[in-house]
């Protein structure tokens, strides 16, 4: 049986396929510039050798209902798919479930309505969600349709991490609070990092850090999450491509009084210009990586800033879990750059915490790579992520939980 993972934006479906008896993602795409007046279809898919083959067009997709039609033609023609009864279920990515969804639901009417209540604390990501969701259930409707939640995995945060210090009404009345994103991410690589240290994950204390271009910390207790560095949006925390992470919240209020910034505006700069960008005018790491070994200043504080921001969490998870199993490196940066790693450890010896070089200069397969030298009393692991895959597995757990 096969596993469809949907990831729905407002202009663009990404998908993957996965056979569920092995979990081998045996094609994967994405329809882009829906709504534009060309658009962009690539699919990549297993053939009945084995043989990885490619096919991309740029055919118009007027909306999400023409993105999931030619998907599925797409998959069909290619042989990926057969009938639609072959597939089991289509788990959605969802980037905001709100204060309710601690765990992935299979999408009724109830589940659709909530959503929809949630917009507002997700606007740019939700819309694009619902119509993928609403498309396809028309497309499939014997197909259940499973919704998995950015934001699930850090439901176990206790009040003293989730609540802001504001007047209580905002939380109760406006719902703002610490939500954390990237959970599907953590939670992957926290059970691949239990695998790997050979212990139950409800035994196991780590740090983990997703470095994309999108970036966040979580601090990890005995499996369960308690601590993370996102917080009402995606803007809170660590240092990204283009978004500041935590600053005096008095900025945005000073923007406004003194040089007349409306929200747009300041919503635009600190989520848009502002990161590895506003500091050194590049938001690539590899870039910024390069600059800065050539002697760029601008550069080389971009990355300091980021590496100092990284100890800054590493630091405080620390003292909030008391003993650290593991940090866990992921995301594209967290997997490939070698020198964020080296910056964010730099120091850390008096923890416990000791890299090693040699190590840190490998490349991290699936299997994952381990940094920290044979005395480190913390683990130091590079696993890459696979969101879509654990998207794919909640989604058919979730599918045979409601079976049982
Ligand atoms: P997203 O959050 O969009 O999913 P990714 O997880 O793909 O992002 O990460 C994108 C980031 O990974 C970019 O900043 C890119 O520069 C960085 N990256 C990718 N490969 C490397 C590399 N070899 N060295 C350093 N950074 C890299």
Redesign the pocket.
């Known amino acids: 049986m096969k596993v469809l993972v949907l990831n729905s934006g407002s202009s663009s479906i990404k998908y993957q396929l996965f056979r569920s008896e092995d979990w081998t993602a045996i094609a994967s795409g994405m329809v882009a510039r829906i709504g534009e007046t060309e658009g962009e279809m690539r699919l990549e898919w297993l053939d009945a050798d084995g043989v990885m083959q490619r096919d991309q067009n740029d055919l118009a997709v007027p909306s999400h209902q023409e993105g999931i039609d030619f998907i599925v033609e797409t998959l069909q023609s290619h042989g990926v798919l057969g009938d639609v009864s072959e597939l089991s279920a289509i788990g959605h990515r969802v980037v905001h479930g709100g204060p309710h969804f601690k765990h992935p639901v299979i999408v009724d009417a109830d589940v659709l309505a909530e959503l929809h209540e949630v917009i507002p604390l997700a606007p740019l990501h939700n819309p694009g969600h619902l119509a993928g969701i609403e498309v396809s259930r028309k497309h499939f409707p014997s197909v259940p349709s499973v919704v998995v939640f950015d934001t699930a995995f850090h439901q176990t945060m206790p009040p003293t991490a989730y609540r802001y210090a504001i007047p209580e009404y905002l939380y109760t009345e406006h719902r703002i609070r610490r939500y954390g994103f990237h959970g599907t991410s953590h939670h992957y690589v926290a059970k691949r990092a239990a695998e790997l240290l050979d212990k139950p994950l409800e035994q196991c204390n780590l740090i983990t850090m997703h470095?994309?271009?999108?970036a966040s910390a979580s601090a990890i207790r005995n499996g369960r999450c308690v601590d993370t560095s996102m917080g009402l949006t995606p803007l809170e925390g660590l240092m990204m491509?283009t978004r500041c992470g935590d600053m005096d919240p008095a900025v945005p209020i000073y923007l406004s009084k003194h040089l007349g910034l409306n929200a747009e505006a300041i919503d635009h700069m600190l989520n848009r210009q502002s990161g590895?960008l506003g500091i050194c005018g590049v938001?690539?790491?590899?870039?910024?990586?390069r600059l800065a070994e050539r002697g760029n200043e601008r550069a080389e504080l971009a990355l300091g800033m980021m590496t100092h921001r990284l100890k800054k969490y590493i630091g405080a998870y620390y003292a909030e879990l008391g003993a650290v199993d593991a940090i866990v490196f992921t995301?594209?940066?967290g997997?490939?750059?070698a020198?964020?790693r080296a910056g964010a450890c730099a120091g850390l010896e008096a923890l416990g915490i000791e890299l090693d070089a040699a190590a840190n200069a490998g490349r991290a397969d699936e299997a994952g790579l381990c940094i920290s030298t044979a005395e480190s009393r913390v683990q130091l692991w590079v696993i890459p992520?696979n969101e879509e895959l654990e998207i794919a597995q909640q989604t058919l757990a979730t599918v045979e939980r409601k079976r049982r």
Do not use: A, K, W
């Open positions: 470095l994309g271009n999108g491509g590895l938001n690539d790491m590899r870039e910024v990586v995301g594209g940066i997997e490939n750059s020198e964020v992520t």
